[in-house]
């Protein structure tokens, strides 16, 4: 480990590298918390989170979607709102390893924080995003070092954790773009409609789906619906349909040990073949090579291990 200037920082850093202790996803006393460290550099690699956020204590990731690149590393997080397939990278090494703290987004707590903050000060008019990057204000920094401190303890994380939790959260939502995450947990005006649909799609996507459906869901016409869907998540509904239903593709195979026949036919496709061939486009390997390289790369060898990769639950 470098030696850091910042005592705080190289403070959050020890403590990360005890919580993950393993390469891949470490879990913790909550939760919708784990600790995720990578000792390897990983090159451009398709993701679809969970709705979560992401700290960065060491290392730096970068997400690319569409035309737009989010650097998210010690000075700046990541926020997912809904489900967004993009691309993403991370730079670590043995000597510096990528060490990260992964929260799922918990709506409920996020709701009852904005209304709590609305009715004390308000919030200025933000446009909804699905995915942003944030500069980590001093506030959420010494947030997050109070948060890993407690969470080093198994009894401290379970009785202290949920209030710093709320801390979190509560710096997040008031930070510099606490509006862009209020606006989408809002779902109010287009965004909003278009969220119905993914929800849709994430709830349905073994089933036989199409646009006309999709956009009936989203309450909105067929053109409309096309050119509001590409904004928020810079893909056609088919486009996403089908990388939804590869990436759970990919996690159950990893997770059950499922046959990328019996797979194809779980999420959707009625054709093996098809599925094959789209597959090993989006991912650049064949379903087999796939599955061994995620155990390797991300260290999930057991069928019920959690990660923030959108599951199937």
């Known amino acids: ?28 006393p909550l ?51 809904v489900p967004v397939p993009f691309t993403m990278e991370t730079d670590a090494s043995e000597a510096e390893p990528m060490l990260a703290v992964y ?15 609305d009715e004390v000060r308000g919030f200025a008019a933000a ?34 954790g949920p209030a710093l939790l709320r801390e979190l959260y509560y710096r997040i939502l008031t930070g510099e773009q606490g509006g862009t995450l ?14 119905r649909a993914i929800h849709r799609i994430h709830r349905s996507y073994h089933e036989p789906l199409d646009v006309e459906a999709l956009a009936r869901e989203a309450q909105m016409s067929v053109p409309n619906f096309h050119l509001h869907f590409r904004k928020v998540t810079d893909s056609s509904p088919m486009q996403y349909l089908k990388s939804t239903r590869l990436h759970q593709a990919r996690l159950l195979m990893l997770r059950g040990g499922l046959t990328a026949a019996k797979t194809a036919f779980e999420v959707g496709y009625e054709s093996a073949s098809h599925f094959s061939r789209d597959f090993k486009r989006l991912f650049g390997r064949t379903p087999l090579a796939e599955v061994a390289w995620m155990k390797r790369t991300y260290a999930l060898p057991a069928p019920t291990t959690p990660s923030p990769f959108v599951s199937s639950h």
Do not use: W
């Open 127 to 160: 446009r909804p995003r699905g995915l942003y990057a944030s500069p980590m204000d001093e506030a959420l920094r010494r947030s997050t070092l109070r948060f890993l401190e407690v969470m080093e303890d198994r009894t401290d994380a379970l009785i202290l």
């Open 1 to 28: 480990m470098t030696e850091s200037k910042d005592p705080a920082a190289a403070r959050m850093v020890h403590l990360m590298e005890r919580l993950a202790p393993l390469e891949g996803y470490n879990l913790s």
């Open 103 to 117: 929260l799922r987004l918990d709506f409920a707590l996020a709701g009852e924080l904005i209304q709590q903050v």
């Open 182 to 195: 209020r606006a989408a947990i809002a779902q109010q005006g287009q965004f909003g409609k278009v969220t």
């Open 31 to 81: 939760d919708d918390v784990r600790f995720l460290r990578s000792n390897r550099p990983l090159t451009r690699t398709p993701v679809l989170y969970e709705p979560g956020i992401v700290i960065l204590c060491q290392g730096r990731k970068r997400g690319y979607l569409g035309d737009e690149v989010f650097v998210y590393d010690a000075q700046h997080y990541l926020v997912v709102s």
